[in-house]
């Protein structure tokens, strides 16, 4: 396993209308590096693998499992696995 991952290097796929991603996993989690278009709603779903989403620019509004909260540059948050999670723009 590669310890030293470059984001340029990740291969990017369309994973919805409005976003894009590329991701690596591990056994536990899956990270993925995702770019969303402003407005744009991610209908609830979950993974198998934990998640964590660090906002680098822009505000996301989440709901992760009962909680949801606003996300703001500089901030993260941790999903644990096959928690139902929002994502809102």
Do not use: C, W
């Amino acid at each position: 396993m590669n310890h030293f991952i470059e984001l340029n290097a990740l291969e990017i796929k369309d994973s919805l209308p409005g976003a894009t991603a590329a991701y690596f996993q591990t056994e536990h989690s899956t990270i993925a590096y995702t770019a969303l278009k402003a407005g744009l709603q991610i209908p609830l779903h979950n993974h198998a693998n934990e998640a964590v989403d660090i906002v680098l620019a822009g505000i996301v509004e989440m709901q992760i499992g009962e909680s949801s909260g606003t996300l703001t540059a500089g901030m993260m948050s941790f999903v644990p696995s096959n928690t139902i999670r929002h994502h809102g723009l």
